[in-house]
């Protein structure tokens, strides 16, 4: 069965603000090129995401912070969320395409279509908290499509992995506490957002390591700290935000993990699935900023995703 691939063109017309914002547009094309290069986009199905609905970001986002980014979006030029965070035009269309990909990914997975998807979205979404945007991220994509599982579908287990070299903030802020949702991120501290290494919560398993990591310390402390307690929890739907700028060459972060890193990985999380979920995986695209890197990593993950049976 071939796995999903979804994003929409309004994805690529986001900007935010700056010629020289590392999270732009030339992110996605770098990931299609090299699928194209490599052969995996034969064996990926492509889809156009539906726009998320209001009701879709309300399940995880204030509704006064919601009303403050349809507010903000400007008819023309630039405005900025935070510091780091901007909308042109088109912004509002790509942030809503973005999260409601996650949606669609979700009704693809629950449906039997495909048992395993990758988003290929921006803006990206895991600083996004309940009511603040943060770190290039507008709306938290896959809170949205956690919550989106949880109470169309009636999912009561889900696991969402976030290997991005930034803490996942915001998506720990959502969830935080709560007991359908188990939460791991692995990240470098101290480092942006500067949290995560102190939470004691017992849904929320975080890895907060140390600059310099490689993949044989990350893959260690994923197996000690990660696995075994996600087949205690028996996720009935895994999901993951990809964060990709944990790449030796990309220098956003300090983490040194290849493309063999995230097919392991992959593949992991895919057996928890398969041995769970009935194999549904969503993956997400949060961060990954070297053009390079980040096209030849993402083309590993989706190719495993594609190949694993």
Not at 68 to 85: K, Q
Not at 198 to 219: F, H, S
Not at 257 to 283: H, P
Request: net charge negative; aromatic share 10%; charged share 20%.
């Amino acid at each position: 069965m071939t796995v999903a691939v979804i994003t929409h063109s309004h994805c690529h017309l986001h900007d935010n603000g700056s010629p020289y914002h590392p999270e732009c547009a030339e992110r996605l094309d770098a990931i299609n090129n090299r699928m194209i290069m490599s052969g995996v986009d034969w064996i990926s199905r492509h889809y156009d995401s539906h726009c998320a609905e209001r009701e879709h970001l309300l399940r995880v986002h204030d509704a006064e912070y919601v009303e403050r980014v349809f507010a903000t979006s400007p008819t023309e030029g630039h405005a900025m969320l935070d510091g780091d965070t901007g909308m042109n035009p088109h912004t509002l269309d790509a942030a809503l395409h973005a999260a409601g990909a996650v949606v669609m990914a979700v009704d693809l997975v629950m449906a039997g279509s495909h048992k395993h998807t990758f988003c290929a979205i921006r803006p990206p979404g895991h600083h996004a908290g309940r009511s603040q945007a943060a770190g290039f991220c507008i709306f938290n994509n896959v809170a949205v499509g956690a919550a989106y599982a949880i109470d169309v579908y009636g999912i009561d287990r889900i696991a969402i992995i976030d290997f991005d070299v930034h803490h996942g903030d915001g998506t720990e802020e959502i969830f935080s506490g709560n007991d359908k949702v188990m939460f791991c991120s692995s990240f470098q501290h101290p480092f942006y957002p500067f949290t995560g290494a102190d939470t004691n919560v017992p849904n929320i398993y975080n890895l907060a390591l140390p600059a310099g990591t490689g993949g044989a310390a990350w893959r260690e402390a994923v197996q000690t700290h990660w696995l075994p307690a996600m087949r205690e929890f028996k996720p009935e739907l895994v999901m993951i935000s990809a964060g990709f700028d944990s790449h030796l060459e990309d220098d956003m972060g300090g983490f040194n993990l290849v493309e063999r890193d995230y097919v392991w990985i992959t593949k992991e999380l895919c057996q928890i699935a398969k041995e769970f979920a009935g194999g549904r995986l969503v993956s997400c695209l949060e961060g990954g900023y070297e053009l390079s890197p980040l096209g030849r990593a993402v083309t590993a993950h989706i190719k495993e995703l594609a190949e694993f049976h």
